[in-house]
């Protein structure tokens, strides 16, 4: 078997405790994108550290995003998993900030550099402890030829040729571990969309649509502009289309899931999860939406949704399980 499908197969043996593995795998096979070969030598090191660094940032991003769990246990996190939520909150309070942002977008290095290097060595810790000479083992047995490691040490040995392999094979590789990823926290998350979700990470950036293409729309029920929200008029400034199910549980903008809101209400509540109230306002201004789109005959794409999400009772059930 080639060193490649035998990175496969132990992807596709992974536990279904936690999330470490797949989070593992995926370092490295980053590290073996970014190897370059000097020709020195045919032993490659990789230090731990550099493994934790982007075990960190997985977890950063799918934390402050999404917050999704990557265990069973809501309650009792994987320890890593903690290291990210205290990381996160003082980066927060740091910035004053709640909005969600991309490692290397956060400047995390200069706005909490001990707490960062504090969560760098409790993470290779709990990766020496939980995860590095685990990860080669397949019931009960370890898979021999991925790579040389000593429990405890600081740093793992692995060819030059098998990295290269990885190297070269990595798009299959990424996608097998991502898919295995998602596998997991399907179990742990009632979140829609989980795949784009996980994905992200590999983007440079998430892209937030613009959402004016939706004004038509809302206009049409709403000419008066009301904010959804405080059930003032919005006048001097432009109404914030928002997501009454949050926009980070969802990862879509739906016309039923959008209203106008002020930019300051709109604001103040984001990744909240709405009221009951709201909720029922919502499925009331759907309903009237809809009938507005009827009678002035717009039958696109958008009107079907509308009608698709009415009839499933889509809000009502994402309401549901955004509270996990
Ligand atoms: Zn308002």
Excluded at 175 to 188: G, H, K, P, S, T
Excluded at 197 to 217: A, C, H
Aim: proline fraction near 3%; charge should be neutral.
């Amino acid at each position: 078997m080639s060193f490649v499908e035998k990175w496969l197969q132990i992807i596709r043996n992974c536990s279904f405790d936690n999330t470490y593995k797949a989070s593992w795998a995926k370092a490295i096979t980053e590290l073996a994108v970014e190897f370059k070969d000097d020709g020195s030598t045919e032993r490659v090191e990789i230090s731990l550290k550099s493994i934790a660094e982007k075990v960190l940032r997985f977890y950063f991003e799918q934390t402050i995003f999404f917050n999704l769990q990557q265990s069973s246990n809501p309650n009792k996190p994987p320890v890593i998993l903690s290291i990210v939520q205290n990381l996160i909150k003082y980066y927060q309070q740091k910035t004053g900030s709640q909005k969600p942002v991309k490692w290397y977008k956060s400047n995390i290095e200069n706005i909490c550099p001990l707490e960062l290097k504090k969560a760098i060595r409790d993470t290779v810790r709990a990766l020496k402890t939980d995860v590095s000479y685990r990860f080669i083992r397949i019931e009960g047995k370890d898979v021999e030829g991925i790579y040389e490691y000593e429990q405890k040490e600081d740093s793992l040995f692995m060819s030059k040729d098998n990295l290269i392999a990885l190297k070269e094979n990595s798009l299959i590789v990424f996608d097998a571990i991502n898919y295995r990823w998602v596998q997991m926290l399907e179990q742990f998350n009632h979140s829609p969309r989980l795949s784009k979700k996980v994905r992200i990470i590999d983007d440079e950036q998430i892209r937030r649509k613009p959402l004016g293409k939706f004004s038509t729309y809302l206009d049409s029920e709403n000419p008066d502009h009301l904010c959804f929200l405080c059930r003032e008029k919005i006048e001097y400034e432009t109404p914030a289309v928002d997501h009454v199910i949050p926009w980070s549980y969802l990862y879509a903008d739906d016309i039923w899931n959008l209203v106008y809101a002020h930019q300051t209400c709109n604001s103040s509540k984001s990744n909240v999860i709405p009221s009951e109230e709201l909720i029922a306002k919502l499925e009331a201004r759907n309903v009237q939406l809809l009938e507005q789109l009827r009678s002035k005959s717009i039958r696109d794409k958008h009107y079907a949704e509308l009608e698709m999400a009415i009839d499933n009772n889509l809000v009502r059930k994402f309401w549901i399980s955004c509270q996990g």
